[in-house]
Antibody
Framework: QVQLQESGPGLVKPSQTLSLTCTVS??????????WSWVRQPAGKGLEWIGR???????IYNPSLESRVSISVDTSKNQLSLTLGAVTAADTAVYYC??????????????????WGQGTQVTVSS | DIQMTQSPSSLSASVGDRVTITCQAS??????LNWYQQRPGKAPKVLIYDASNLETGVPSRFSGSGSGTDFTFTISSLQPEDIATYYCQQYESPPLTFGGGTKVEIK
């Protein structure tokens, strides 16, 4: 049973860089069967996809965050990382990592998020 | 970006009632649509993938249908443990986007 656990500072000052880690246990992060994503959720609001790292190592980001975000994988530690620069109060949210299940049918890729980490609260405040 | 419009934003129903949530995409997403359940204080959990496929281990009272731009999620007989917010999510093209959510409460 794969489990994901986010970790990182709960408080970040405005204009600084937010750095989070997601540790994967019970399975390898280095599998062609999966991509890995970050999703965030401000308190009382909906879900916003931040970006994805593909099994091959390439990345894709939400254009709304693309200039500030980076996602990477450390296969030796079985960890996924997120960095978000120049944060403001609008970046205050619960941040989730999620495994992107990949199923190919008739050459087309199908995806869904499963499982998710429990989430980590990040507050941007001075 | 593909906009996902869910309705209603909240509903209250009795145990045993049939509950229906709709999700409309701003453009054709074929069947690239997933449904998630988020219980209070918890992470989301996938219930339905590819519009109508029930994830392993998910009770059969949950179902999904639709294609193109219009999708429906149904709970055939609402149970107390179904209190949650439900989200649709498209993956036809990035950025992946979610509906605004439907909060389901027990009357």
């Amino acid at each position: 049973q794969v489990q994901l656990q986010e970790s990182g500072p709960g408080l970040v000052k405005p204009s600084q860089t937010l750095s989070l880690t997601c540790t994967v246990s019970g399975g390898s992060i280095n599998s062609e069967a999966y991509h890995w994503s970050w999703v965030r959720q401000p308190a009382g609001k909906g879900l916003e996809w931040i970006g994805r790292i593909y099994s091959g190592g390439s990345t894709i980001y939400n254009p709304s965050l693309e200039s500030r975000v980076s996602i990477s994988v450390d296969t030796s530690k079985n960890q996924l990382s997120l960095t978000l620069g120049a944060v403001t109060a609008a970046d205050t949210a619960v941040y989730y990592c999620a495994r992107d299940v990949v199923v190919v049918k008739r050459l087309l890729e199908h995806n869904w998020f499963d499982p998710w980490g429990q989430g980590t609260q990040v507050t941007v405040s001075s | 970006d593909i906009q996902m419009t869910q309705s209603p934003s909240s509903l209250s129903a009795s145990v045993g009632d049939r509950v229906t949530i709709t999700c409309q995409a701003s453009q054709d997403i074929t069947n690239y649509l997933n449904w998630y359940q988020q219980r209070p204080g918890k992470a989301p959990k996938v219930l339905i993938y590819d519009a109508s496929n029930l994830e392993t281990g998910v009770p059969s009272r949950f179902s999904g249908s639709g294609s193109g731009t219009d999708f429906t999620f149904t709970i055939s007989s609402l149970q107390p443990e179904d209190i949650a917010t439900y989200y649709c999510q498209q993956y036809e093209s990035p950025p992946l986007t979610f509906g605004g959510g439907t909060k389901v409460e027990i009357k």
